[in-house]
């Protein structure tokens, strides 16, 4: 099978709660090649884990009366992809396949790349197609290699790097920390997703801003706010928070509430503190 129709999947002892053996079986030989790849690269699997939310932010006994207290999210995981992927398929077809390209195409100029340059498929640790989105889940390793081979290749040429962000899935998730890299090919109209995991004890990433300058807030704002470390990054500070500020306000576990605050001479107290009304 060619190397371009391989996508890692979980073995059965690693693969995260939310997905099926019955999905882990399909494809034969292409699972157990797909296995292998997965196995050679370093870390556990990198897709997130779907985990039940109750209350919004797990805040419990706080005198909220907004009704966030009372949400309850079931988890979604996105299976892993098999091909045909397709593409982005609406009324609109031929504008969608102008704009997003078609997912088998990329990949397969991807993988092609990837072998001109001595890039190991197992860079590539999984596929997912959700949402109209392709995203491919990333080896941190590999990473500065794949993005100047989906930059400067001339089947690719993803040349803006439109946003890079961080998600926290939560205190109970391994690799809890996630850095999502939205790249857009302004010569063929397409867009693609890169995901990489780490841990929150380990939380470094190498930096694009040498491949794509427009990185570099980007980097800034999601050390700041998730405290991921942009390894080579030229200047890694924070970028909304003051500079001793402590911590980093959008992970999970960062205490939500508990400082006054003041506006205009009127102060709002913490949550535990605020007068419920029910």
């Known amino acids: 099978m060619p190397a371009a129709q391989r996508s890692s999947v979980d073995s059965p002892a690693e693969r995260p709660s939310g997905t099926t053996d ?18 050679e690269s370093s870390g556990p699997p990198v897709a997130p884990v779907g985990l039940p939310r109750a209350g919004m932010f797990g805040a419990k006994g706080s005198g ?5 207290g009372l949400l309850v999210r079931e988890p979604y995981l996105p299976p892993v992809a098999e091909r045909p992927f397709g593409g982005p398929t609406t ?12 997912f088998d195409e990329v990949t397969d100029a991807l993988y092609a790349a990837m072998a001109e340059r001595s890039i190991p498929e197992a860079a590539i640790r999984q ?4 949402a109209r989105e392709i995203t491919y889940y990333v080896a941190r390793e590999h990473l500065t290699a794949l993005l100047w ?12 790097a439109s946003s890079i962000s961080g998600v926290d899935y939560g205190v109970d998730v391994p690799q809890r920390l996630h850095v999502v890299y939205e790249l857009t090919s302004m010569t063929y109209r ?8 780490v841990d929150v004890d380990d939380p470094y990433v190498p930096s694009a801003v040498a491949v794509y300058p427009t990185a ?16 080579g990054h030229p200047a890694l500070t924070r970028i909304l928070m003051p500079d001793d ?19 205009k001479g009127a102060e709002i107290p913490p949550p535990d503190q605020r007068r419920s009304y029910s």
């Open 149 to 160: 081979a989906l930059r400067d290749d001339a089947a690719l040429r993803f040349e803006l």
């Open 22 to 39: 019955d999905a882990a079986a399909q494809g034969g030989e292409s699972t157990a090649l797909a296995g292998r790849a997965l196995h």
């Open 64 to 68: 909220d009366t907004s009704g966030y």
């Open 216 to 231: 570099d807030w980007h980097e800034r704002e999601c050390w700041d706010m998730f405290g991921v470390v942009f390894s």
């Open 190 to 197: 397409r867009r693609i997703r890169l995901e990489v995991a």
């Open 127 to 130: 596929i997912t197609v959700a």
């Open 245 to 263: 500020w402590p911590g980093h306000p959008q992970r999970k576990d960062y205490p939500l509430g508990g400082i006054p605050v003041e506006y």
């Open 91 to 102: 009324s609109h077809l031929a504008q969608d396949e102008r704009q997003y390209g078609a």
